[in-house]
Nanobody, 120 residues
């Protein structure tokens, strides 16, 4: 059973910073892609950033230059450093992992979500 546990959400004023963490636990072979998604009320969940096992990263245009995704493969943990936060970044942020199981199957796992609120 693979679980993703997120931490680091909260409330911050516009222009401030937050760092989200997501740790994967359980029995698995590896994590191919780690991603952060977000969902604001009344909107669809959208990709914020992703980090592949080969070191490549991808960002949504709206967060480029402000957010940084990184991963620590030894700790099976992914981070999202969010700087210059704007009120429109307010959302529930979800961690996602494309997990390779011990049997070499692929699983798509989600964290429980963490609230980020940016006040103006």
């Amino acid at each position: 059973q693979v679980q993703l546990v997120e931490s680091g959400g909260g409330e911050v004023q516009a222009g401030g910073s937050l760092r989200l963490s997501c740790a994967a636990s359980g029995s698995f072979f590896s994590i191919n892609v780690f991603g952060w998604y977000r969902q604001a009320p009344g909107t669809q969940r959208e990709l914020v950033a992703s980090a592949s096992s080969d070191g490549s990263t991808n960002y949504a245009d709206r967060v480029k230059g402000r957010f940084t995704i990184s991963r620590d493969n030894a700790k099976n943990t992914v981070y999202l450093q969010m700087d210059s936060l704007k009120p429109e970044d307010t959302a529930v942020y979800y961690c996602n992992a494309n997990v390779i199981t011990v049997s070499r199957f692929r699983l798509n796992k989600w964290g429980q979500g963490t609230q980020v609120t940016v006040s103006s």
